[in-house]
């Protein structure tokens, strides 16, 4: 069995607080976009875990893919498996590959081995395994509340515009950017500025991470004026970074941007 897990963007983020347990309350709005990974799950005599394409650099037990096949094997004994997986996203870009890889073989497991197990019992055991491993079960788009694991589902429909994603040629650390982050609450909530119109987002739709990183890492400050430059109705860093995605009316896979290793323009 093969399937195509995909990206998906954060439009807006707004850090509320620190919880108890060490993690921070967000709200943000996540949004699928078709750039995907290549998964191939097949029955096997032992667990196997082949990595293709871009590297990861992790023991096996701490892959994600790995830890959705043991999870789903403790409760429902399908047995070993040969797992090929085909990275064409890289990491720490804030755009969830991994965690798409993750909800995805839970997925697969699910319908190769007949078990019938349900979404919201799958967005729970994707939720054991990272935060924004449920957002790929459903897989549209939703507001993500709590640690981003509290979803529903919003009326928001881009199709028909372009992102255009751009990759910097640094890496942000996840655990630091939440480190330095400092958690308010919004004047006015992103449920609400959702539903303004595109036009209007650039001056109401924050991603708070960019207060604290972009003075860290100004080449991402550049990156974004460039996108507002060449056009983009809305441009923003998604998730903790590092990756930038700018919103377009028209194809922009016509220009490179200065300071991107690599571009990649997509049709919504």
Request: hydrophobic content about 40%; charged content about 20%.
């Amino acid at each position: 069995m093969i399937s195509f897990p995909n990206i998906k963007i954060n439009i807006g983020l707004d850090i509320i607080g620190k919880r108890p347990d060490g993690y921070h309350n967000i709200e943000s709005v996540f949004y699928p976009a078709n750039h995907t990974d290549i998964l191939e799950i097949l029955p096997s005599k032992k667990f196997e875990l082949i990595n293709k394409g871009i590297a990861i650099d992790c023991p096996v037990e701490q892959n994600l893919c790995y830890k959705a096949w043991k999870l789903i094997n403790d409760n429902y004994k399908v047995g070993t498996v040969k797992i090929i997986l085909y990275k064409n996203m890289p990491f720490g870009t804030g755009l969830g590959s991994g965690s798409a890889d993750a909800a995805f073989t839970l997925k697969m497991l699910n319908d190769m081995f007949n078990i019938g197990i349900d979404d919201e019992t799958l967005i729970k055991y994707a939720s054991q395994i990272g935060a924004d491993c449920a957002f790929f079960i459903k897989n549209k788009p939703s507001f993500a509340s709590g640690i981003g694991t509290d979803l529903a589902d919003i009326k928001l429909d881009l199709s028909g515009n372009y992102i255009l994603l751009c990759f910097p040629n640094i890496s942000v650390n996840t655990a630091n950017a939440y480190k330095n982050c400092k958690p308010h609450l919004p004047e006015q909530k992103l449920s609400e500025l959702i539903n303004l119109p595109i036009e209007e987002w650039k001056n109401n739709i924050k991603n708070n991470f960019e207060a604290s990183i972009f003075p860290d890492y100004p080449i991402l400050s550049k990156i974004k004026q460039e996108l507002y430059a060449k056009g983009a109705v809305y441009a923003q860093m998604s998730g903790s970074g590092s990756a930038l995605f700018g919103i377009f009316k028209d194809n922009p896979n016509e220009f490179e941007l200065e300071n991107c290793k690599r571009t990649i323009g997509i049709k919504l």
